[in-house]
């Protein structure tokens, strides 16, 4: 069976210092990989999705950059983080880019401070 | 361009009603539309998702949805509904190869015992 793993949980960074989250699939080779960011009481935007290694195409960026180093790992970072990026972040993956179920992962949850 | 509009932001009723939860998309060519669930503190569950066929799609939890292309809706409904329904709902569309999930931005669902 598939998993998704994000990490951390959970973060309080302060304002201008970097930012590192991590997402994992595993039992999938291939997978589509996403992320999005919710806003506390809000809608899911995406920022990130992903085919292949390597490649990342940005769908609204936020100030953030993702990369997708390995088959089964996405990262979304900035070297300097603004309050609003406060929220709740979620990997997802698919088997293609439609016609799929996406799964999400448990998310991260920052605090921007 | 493609677009989502849960126009109820809040829904209240009793258990035992029937409930219906609207979704209205602009998109272009064929959408693939989907429901997610989301409960206070977690990530997003999937409930049910219209790619073509019947109109009528069965879904986890006891849910359907219709797909009107009519009238561009992909209505989610519910009967009787429960307390434990309660929780945040999320329509969302994509097409063939876009790579793009868009969400609407959720309806807050509360089930009075």
């Known amino acids: 069976a598939q998993t998704i793993h994000q990490w951390p949980v959970a973060e309080i960074k302060a304002v201008g210092s970097p930012l590192s989250l991590g997402c994992t699939i595993k039992?999938?080779?291939?997978?589509?990989l996403y992320w999005y960011w919710q806003a506390t009481g809000g809608t899911l935007q995406q920022l990130f999705y992903?085919?292949?290694?390597?490649?990342v195409e940005s769908v609204v960026q936020l100030n953030l950059s993702a990369s997708r180093p390995k088959d089964d790992q996405f990262i979304l970072s900035t070297e300097k983080l603004l309050l609003s990026h406060s929220g709740f972040y979620l990997c997802?993956?698919?088997?293609?880019?439609?016609?799929?179920?996406?799964?999400f992962g448990s998310g991260t949850r920052l605090l921007v401070i | 361009a493609q677009s989502v509009d849960q126009p109820d932001a809040h829904v209240t009723l009793y258990e035992g009603a029937s409930l219906e939860l609207r979704c209205s998309y602009s998109y272009s060519a064929a959408p693939y539309l989907f429901w997610y669930v989301q409960y206070p503190g977690q990530s997003l569950q999937f409930l049910l998702k219209y790619i073509t066929g019947d109109a009528v799609v069965k879904g986890t939890k006891g849910f359907e949805a219709e797909f009107r292309k009519s009238n561009s809706s992909f209505n989610l409904k519910k009967s009787p509904a429960h307390w434990s329904d309660s929780a945040k709902y999320f329509c969302a569309l994509t097409g063939a190869n876009t790579g793009k999930l868009t969400f609407g931005h959720g309806t807050i669902l509360r089930v009075h015992p």
């Open positions: 992903s085919i292949t290694v390597g490649q």
């Open positions: 997802a993956w698919s088997l293609d880019t439609t016609n799929s179920d996406y799964t």
């Open positions: 039992g999938k080779s291939s997978p589509n």
